[in-house]
């Protein structure tokens, strides 16, 4: 049985982060995965992710994305492959509502550069946008996407060149904890010992943790796009990314819808979605059709804040959101066997933060402790998972 110091099982967005981690720090690393980097069966597809620093979901994660901000740029200049770009981003609500006020809380606390809009100036900065009368935002210029695609194909090809062995449509049928604090984890092909062992499964955290009985809700979310009406004052550009935010936006209690410019060009469509909608699901009963009356449904709540949003679906995608009851992560040391570190329950706004999961992932499975990890925030054993 080949041996190594640690073993990645998940090689997506975080266990290939933690794979480039490990093999940066010199560790003989092998990473298993189901899938091969870029695949559309999990969480980590769709061509765009918004990143963003002004946190309406808790100021806590500020520090740990301006250290994730680092990261895209350093995974950017380590592949030669275009991940970030950086167009702004507009945080939309009821002046009571937390997308607004939470992400107004966090630039404040934390200093970052941010600019109060009303609902004339949203519309006169971004005509493409009709927001409700009383509606308020964020604007944040250090905002914007990362392409997840090109994430985990650059962590993979990363990782391989700094000496990580990668075994792609490899699944894991068995991990178990060895005598003497180490680890044997199983596959079709064989067996691999390893003295610690990194977990990143993501939807599959159920079936690959099911003697940890974390509360996680399995959602099948569908992003979608769709064709904008062109007009004298709302041509393409203004939905372009050199003229466009991303933007969240919720009010009046209309749910939560997040999305991004054009970002391929006037045939690709305006890229948006619900961001809790979710249907309960799992990675292998998964319906991936999107049926007329969820177009239509979109569409309905997209036009109340893109009035010229009318022209044909580009197209509609399904992915899996691993929500846990509160909605913070769990990152941490597995509670039986303190050689296993875990990452899962990312809750549909976790992939902003790879590069720097992944550092926490190596720091935990070499030196036992992480100075980034907030103390309880995304602890395994949190009173929210119990």
Not at 141 to 162: D, F, L, M, Q, W
Request: glycine share 10%.
């Amino acid at each position: 049985m080949k041996h190594y110091d640690v073993i990645v099982l998940g090689v997506g967005s975080m266990g290939g982060a933690a794979a480039n981690n490990l093999a940066e720090r010199g560790a003989k690393v092998l990473g298993l995965d189901t899938f091969r980097p870029g695949h559309d069966q999990g969480s980590a597809h769709g061509g765009t992710r918004i990143i963003r620093q002004s946190y309406f979901e808790s100021p806590e994660y500020v520090p740990l994305l301006r250290r994730a901000y680092e990261g895209w740029s350093r995974l950017e200049e380590e592949s030669g492959r275009s991940i970030m770009e950086l167009c702004g981003g507009v945080y939309i609500g009821d002046p009571g509502d937390i997308t607004f006020t939470g992400s107004r809380t966090a630039a404040e606390l934390h200093g970052l550069d941010h600019e109060i809009l009303d609902a004339d100036e949203i519309r006169e900065r971004f005509p493409t946008m009709d927001p409700a009368d009383d509606a308020v935002a964020v604007y944040e210029s250090n905002a914007g996407y990362v392409r997840p695609e090109e994430t985990t194909i650059a962590n993979a090809e990363v990782a391989a060149r700094k000496g990580a062995t990668l075994r792609f449509a490899e699944p894991v049928t068995h991990w178990q904890a060895t005598p003497g604090g180490g680890v044997e984890v199983v596959t079709p092909n064989g067996a691999y010992g390893a003295d610690r062992l990194v977990v990143a499964p993501g939807a599959w955290a159920p079936q690959v943790l099911p003697e940890l009985g974390l509360p996680l809700a399995i959602e099948r979310m569908i992003f979608y796009w769709f064709s904008p009406e062109y007009t004298e004052r709302v041509p393409y550009a203004a939905y372009s990314d050199a003229h466009h935010p991303v933007y969240i936006e919720e009010t009046h209690g209309n749910g939560q819808v997040y999305g991004f410019p054009m970002t391929d060009g006037p045939a690709g469509g305006l890229k948006l979605g619900y961001f809790r909608k979710g249907t309960p699901t799992t990675p292998q009963t998964i319906d991936r059709n999107v049926s007329d009356a969820e177009v239509d449904d979109m569409r309905r709540r997209a036009l109340q804040l893109f009035p010229r949003l009318t022209g044909a679906l580009v197209q509609a995608k399904t992915c899996l959101y691993s929500v846990t009851p509160d909605e913070h992560f769990v990152i941490g040391s597995h509670p039986e066997h303190e050689q296993v570190q875990i990452a899962c329950g990312f809750s549909g706004h976790g992939f902003k933060f790879v590069p720097v999961v992944g550092e926490i992932l190596a720091d935990l499975a070499l030196d036992g402790r992480s100075r980034m990890l907030p103390p309880t925030l995304f602890d395994p054993q949190r009173a929210a998972l119990r």
